[in-house]
């Protein structure tokens, strides 16, 4: 099947830094990317989407100017936690969804990074 | 009102038993359903996907959709302590360009 491929998978950084994680489809082309989190026992909310070339749309109550989103190419979406702070610590999970068949039988996930910030 | 709703669990099921999960949700104008078993600490994989009402099968897995009662559920028959998990139901918005995530249901199968 696709892969999806997500780094770092864990990232453990200081308030106030930014954070950058990377989304990338290694077999197929992804106009559409998707950002997730998951803070603990709960489920995933979309934050936002990205598709290339253009500006991300973003979920309501998600901070734009906080979550930069970058789609430059068919293969690579990155997500940018500036100014990061203790309550920005959680889960975050890529989705691309490649052509063909039904939406969700398409869309496929990255493995997820953890972020924890101190 | 949440727009996709599952009981949180845990959900008990010893092995070899029948688990059943159930999933509601609220735009009546969702076409597509989607199942989805998420290990702790991991990225969510997808099990089954239902479009239709009735049943699908596929496996030991049962996707079940009545869209007149906006219910959507999954059986897992036989159930084995790998199966323990949380299950995420996911919903296509009408618009059919995201999916909507119920909270999940933890499934505890015990040996």
């Known amino acids: 099947g696709a892969v999806v491929s997500q780094h770092p998978s864990r990232v453990i950084c200081k308030s106030g830094t930014s954070v950058k994680i990377e989304c990338r489809s290694l077999d197929f082309q992804a106009t559409t990317m998707f950002w997730y989190r998951q803070f603990p026992k709960q489920s995933l909310m979309l934050m936002a989407t990205s598709n290339e070339g253009s500006k991300a749309t973003y979920e309501q109550g998600v901070e734009k100017d906080k979550f930069l989103i970058n789609h430059a190419s068919l293969t690579l979406s990155t997500l940018t936690v500036t100014s990061a702070h203790p309550e920005d610590s959680s889960f975050y999970i890529c989705?691309?969804?490649?052509?063909?068949?039904?939406?969700?039988?398409?869309?496929?996930f990255g493995s997820g990074t953890q972020l924890s910030v101190l | 009102q949440k727009e996709v709703e599952q009981n949180s669990g845990p959900l008990s099921v010893p092995e070899g038993a029948i688990a059943s999960l159930n999933c509601t949700y609220s735009?009546?104008?969702?076409?597509?359903f989607f199942w989805y078993r998420q290990y702790s600490g991991k990225s969510p994989e997808l099990i089954m996907f239902i479009y239709s009402n009735g049943d699908k099968e596929d496996g030991r897995f049962t996707a079940q959709l009545n869209k007149a009662s906006q219910y959507v559920s999954l059986l897992i028959r036989d159930s084995q302590p790998s199966d323990s998990a949380t299950y995420l139901c996911?919903?296509?918005?009408?618009?059919?360009?995201?999916?909507?995530f119920g909270g999940g249901t933890r499934v505890l199968v015990k040996p």
């Open positions: 989705s691309a969804r490649g052509g063909g068949g039904g939406f969700g039988e398409k869309l496929f």
């Open positions: 735009d009546r104008g969702s076409q597509s």
């Open positions: 996911a919903v296509n918005s009408a618009a059919g360009n995201k999916l909507t």
